[in-house]
């Protein structure tokens, strides 16, 4: 390239949204690069968006832009480029004449502008439109993530060339002869001579491969470079880059230089998971819509692509799954620096149809196929782009998505496909030319995830099973035995009914194979999704051009409800419950050897779709303050270690068995270590041991078995089981309860009733105290005990499962507990939900407690979600009548058998027993009436 111009700054600009097309005045100017809603530009937007954030100055429409510009006679004899790297549909006109349209939404605008620049002045105007797409455009253009925006936010400028070029310079890489094809059109000459020499940086090791000279006598070229022996590889650990620097000269006389940028690495499928230069890896990967609301658009400089992946990589994360979308090339070269794994995917979330559909659309199939290669020319040389996806939760033929397939992997095969992340949802397929399966099912119920939507059901095992360390998805993955009968069965007429996108959709689901085992890598798609309740606090963080109006919105419900006051609570102690079903989701993921890899949804809050507050970071990727990124490591890295057991609740002196294990993929050998192990309380250390071990480099090593009797304890303990790889930062925590033995449930003395019955009324009456157990059945207002963060956020579920006629999730978000209440004498507990809740979670039902007295509050709170915002009632008293009655709405003689049960049982009615039971708050008769059988 002989030089560029940078045009950005200060342009003339109008608005059109009625797209008249005219002769526009310009009475206005903005700031490029940026957007109209950036600048505040048009009528502000007086909407109050529920679901998503609300972009105060949305526009819609024909967003025009000039600006005069002033060539010197340097101009003359070059070939000159108008350079747009990231916009919308734009139309171009020089002077007056129309140069031409690109509707390109992932990849630069780039306009061959030699035959309208001169010496002299000229007017440069562009029209930018962000409505007539090709296609919906996915996250490029969705309100829930970075807004449909107009304008022009990465590098605009006016690139000159000499007469004679290099141009589509291509590398391709070969670890094992440490070279690279260099292949490179030549625009202007037809023969001459390409000195090529590359230079390494990004690494603490400096390589230098020597100059080398190449003639060439065609317009195409194809070159074999060597870097020689000691060449440096580019991974994870290890993102060494190259620049590679390319002269053509002619008659020893230079007429034009580039430099690329790559890598040297080989992303390989092999077998069940994928490799890095032939060392197996394990993609720790995370979703990302683009999702940046300080600006409503993702950046395009390397320094803020470099803050928000560097924050990843301190959770963890080495993949980057970009759902619907693709980052600007800054967040290539960032991640290229960091080492991250990347995987673009087509704007698309729908049907790839063909033409025996009645709905095919070729113009949109066009678009999309030309937006994949136009992604791989313009990004193709970053090593981090490892992967690809032809869209999210694609249905259609899947003839066409193989014919696509095998279209880019001709094209290009330095990267890995698949047909779509989590294509055909309950039937999936691997297509012959997928290189890896992205999805959450084999078939109905062979699950690779941990949690589901309700209306995706059977939900997960982090949403129903009694919490232990022992799943995996191995079994589900690859079963040991199958049922032959329905193999490759032809389904006909099987029309079913699928969540689509953020509503529902009938497919026909034929031809699949409900007992396929995967011959490709599976990762598992979207995995996580639990909810916590919204921070208030993030809305003074808010300075762009979203506004949180929503949480707004969700902040005066919680006021209305007499529960203001406890919003911080909800959030935290939401949030404590989230990071638990995550440590499991991730946890059985890494003890899954036939699992190569997830992608969570998410690391950070998604602020659409409903508002879906499921990160451990916010919207801004800034941390939540509920896991420091070295917690989160413990159980999300390279190295991961686990004990496998059956459950967290023991009676004193029982067993305590644990297989303990660990997931390996550093790159610094293990060899012989030893495994260091305690089980203590906060106090002291109970007994501890150390297992000496090997690891013969695996990915999975079985280090031995912990086997203990509890300690004897004459009341409830928690105590923690912590495991350390001696001499390493490898380590991980569990807690474990442990309860007295010989606890008996003394009922004598007590009124207990299972309804507010006449006599339970006269006693209260009377002055006495009173415990209703009641019937879960009975209960006239109630919500279902579940224990489990809501998945995703109810209120988007709750539409879907409503339109599909299933069962409405329950939408809770755990427990707020007053843990310093007398009633917990003899069970201590935490402020959140806990382990030591599973069970009596899971057999209670919440009482609806909205019209009881905004001072009532229970003594265990269940949180709702923020569209209902109920006041719930696990546990509750007051002062009725001249009397003092205890609520608990638990079946407890159905779970009596577990110790945590029994015990919490033992502490209430001791409790109620004792002189502490004074409640203060009054509940009228009435108002129990209301809530209570009776």
């Not at 008249?20 to 690069?33: C, Q, R, S, V, Y």
């Not at 992932?106 to 962000?130: A, E, Q």
């Not at 919207?619 to 509920?626: I, Q, T, V, W, Y």
């Not at 019209?851 to 915002?869: A, G, H, M, W, Y």
């Amino acid at each position: 390239m002989y030089k560029t111009i940078d045009l950005s700054g200060i342009w003339n600009f109008q608005l059109d949204g009625d797209k008249k097309g005219a002769e526009m005045p310009f009475n206005d100017t903005i700031t490029l690069p940026g957007t109209t809603s950036y600048y505040k530009k048009g009528v502000k937007n007086v909407n109050v968006e529920i679901g998503c954030l609300t972009d105060e100055y949305k526009f819609e429409g024909y967003a025009w832009f000039s600006k005069t510009i002033e060539l010197s006679d340097e101009v003359s004899g070059k070939n000159c480029f108008l350079y747009l790297e990231r916009t919308r549909v734009t139309t171009i006109w020089i002077d007056g004449k129309k140069v031409g349209t690109q509707n390109s939404l992932c990849t630069p605008h780039v306009y061959d502008v030699t035959n309208y620049l001169s010496s002299g002045k000229h007017i440069i105007t562009i029209l930018v439109d962000n409505t007539c797409y090709p296609t919906k455009g996915g996250h490029l253009t969705s309100p829930d993530t970075q807004t449909n925006w107009n304008g022009i936010t990465g590098r605009i400028e006016l690139q000159m060339f000499e007469q004679a070029y290099l141009k589509d310079t291509e590398i391709y890489t070969n670890i094992k002869d440490k070279s690279v094809i260099i292949r490179s059109k030549i625009v202007g000459a037809e023969s001459g001579v390409i000195a090529v020499s590359a230079t390494s940086f990004n690494s603490k090791i400096e390589h230098k491969a020597e100059e080398q000279l190449f003639t060439f006598n065609s317009k195409e070229i194809s070159i074999t470079y060597s870097l020689g022996e000691n060449a440096l590889l580019w991974s994870e650990y290890s993102p060494s880059l190259y620049k590679l620097n390319l002269k053509l000269m002619n008659n020893d006389v230079v007429i034009d230089t580039s430099e690329v940028t790559f890598g040297l690495r080989e992303f390989k499928a092999a077998g069940d998971k994928f490799t890095i230069n032939g060392v197996k890896t394990f993609l720790r990967g995370k979703h990302d819509g683009l999702i940046f609301p300080r600006t409503g658009f993702a950046p395009t400089t390397v320094e803020e692509w470099l803050k928000v992946l560097r924050t990843s990589k301190s959770y963890g994360i080495n993949h980057y799954r970009f759902h619907t979308c693709c980052p600007p090339e800054a967040a290539f070269i960032a991640a290229d620096m960091l080492g991250i794994y990347m995987q673009p995917e087509l704007p698309f979330w729908g049907t790839i149809t063909d033409e025996s559909y009645e709905n095919h659309n070729q113009v949109e199939q066009d678009f999309l196929v030309s937006e994949g290669f136009s992604m791989l020319k313009s990004f193709g040389n970053h090593p981090s782009f490892t992967m690809m996806s032809l869209g999210n939760e694609l249905w259609g033929s899947k003839e066409r998505l193989d014919e696509i397939l095998k279209g880019y992997k001709q094209f290009d095969n330095r990267h890995l496909y698949t047909e779509g992340s989590n294509n055909f949802q309950f039937c999936p397929v691997i297509l012959e030319n997928d290189d890896f399966l992205s999805g959450v099912r084999l078939a109905k119920n062979r699950l690779y995830r941990g949690s589901y939507a309700m209306c995706d059901a059977p939900l997960g095992h982090v949403q129903t099973a009694e919490p232990n360390t022992m799943k995996d998805y191995d079994e589900d993955i690859c079963p040991t035995s199958l049922d032959n009968e329905n193999n490759s069965a032809s389904k006909e007429d099987n029309t079913i009914e699928i969540q689509f996108g953020t509503t529902a959709k009938k497919v026909e689901a034929t031809e699949y194979d409900e007992n396929m085992i995967p011959n490709v890598p599976v990762v598992s798609h979207e995995i996580g999704q639990y909810e916590t309740y919204p921070d208030f606090n993030e809305i003074e963080k808010y300075t762009g051009p979203l506004k949180t109006k929503n949480f707004e919105v969700f902040k005066q419900r919680l006021e209305d409800k007499g529960l203001g006051d406890l919003a911080d609570k909800y959030f935290k102690c939401s949030g404590k419950l989230a990071v638990a079903c995550y440590k499991e989701e991730l946890e059985t993921a890494f003890r899954t050897k036939k699992l190569a890899g997830f992608q969570l949804l998410d690391l950070q809050d998604f602020s659409g779709q409903g508002t879906a507050l499921v990160g451990m970071l916010d919207a801004f990727m800034e941390s939540k303050g509920l896991i420091s990124p070295e917690e989160w490591r413990s159980f999300c890295s390279d190295s991961v270690l686990m004990a496998r057991f059956d459950k967290f609740n023991y009676v004193a002196e029982e067993n305590f068995n644990a297989h303990v294990e660990l997931t390996y993929y550093k790159n610094i050998p293990l060899n012989s270590f030893k495994l260091l192990w305690e089980l203590k309380s906060q106090t002291s250390i109970y007994v501890n041991g150390e297992i000496a071990a090997y690891s013969l480099n695996e990915n999975y090593i079985s280090i031995g078995d912990i086997s203990v009797k509890m300690p004897k304890v004459n009341e409830t303990e928690k105590l923690t089981l912590a495991l350390r790889v001696e001499n390493t930062d490898i380590e991980k925590t569990y807690e474990l309860w442990v309860y007295p033995n010989g606890v008996t449930i003394d009922k004598t003395g007590l009124n207990i009733f299972h309804s507010l019955s006449q006599t339970a009324l006269t006693l209260l009456e009377k002055g006495e105290n009173v415990v209703i157990i009641p019937q879960l059945d009975k209960l006239k207002q109630s919500i279902e005990g579940f224990y489990c963060a809501d998945f995703w956020c109810y209120p988007m579920f709750r539409t879907i499962s409503e339109s599909m006629n299933r069962e409405i999730p329950v939408g809770t978000m755990g427990l707020l507990i007053n843990n310093t209440h007398p009633i917990f004498k003899y069970f201590p507990c935490e402020e959140y939900s806990t382990y030591q809740w599973w069970n009596v979670v899971s057999n209670s039902r919440s009482i609806i407690m909205d019209d009881t007295s905004k001072e009532l509050r229970p003594i265990v709170q269940t949180i709702d979600n923020f569209e209902r915002n109920h006041k719930l009632g696990l546990i509750f008293e007051g002062k009725v009548s001249n009397g003092n009655l205890l609520v608990c709405a638990c079946d407890f003689e159905k779970i009596i058998e577990k110790p945590e049960a029994k015990q919490l049982l033992f502490s209430i009615l001791n409790y109620v027993r004792s002189d502490k039971f004074k409640p203060q708050t009054e509940i009228s008769i009435t108002e129990l009436k209301a809530i209570l059988p009776n």
